[in-house]
């Protein structure tokens, strides 16, 4: 499971330290106890990782990262990424090399009446095809019983 300690070293600089396994089933962390901390006078001047207890990893801890590193530019904060683990650096790097393009981020929108119409129906089908499986295997089983008489 991820887990995410913040301390302050001096009294602008703020210690991210990972720990833990990052995995996408385990979810994200909040990100309220980051933005707690920005917000906490005196506001720090950079933010700087810690990684000595991190175990395996996946892209949530890239996107816990990027969302780190964008809220620190948005305010003006340096980032120091050079406690992260050398593979984890560059996808970093990737991630922020390689602007978002326009339009990429859809809306998510309610589905319409034929997308209701079209996954009920298949949900149905779905249905009956269980039902029948059973009812074949529950006529098999009783015809077995028979001969056996």
Known sequence: MNQV???R????????RL???WELRDGLPSAALVETELRREPRPSSIAFETPQLDRWDSSILAFLA???QVSRERGLA????ALPVGLQNLLG???AVPEPAGARREL????????????AVSAVGGIEETLSFVGRM???????????
């Open 5 to 7: 300690t913040i301390d």
């Open 9 to 16: 070293v001096e009294s602008d600089v703020l210690l991210i």
């Open 19 to 21: 720990a833990g396994r």
């Open 67 to 69: 969302w780190v590193s």
């Open 79 to 82: 980032v120091d990424t050079r």
């Open 94 to 96: 990737l991630a922020e």
């Open 109 to 120: 929108k309610a589905p319409g009446f034929l997308e209701h119409v079209g996954a009920g």
């Open 139 to 149: 006529t098999l089983a009783s015809l077995r019983l028979i001969r056996m008489k």
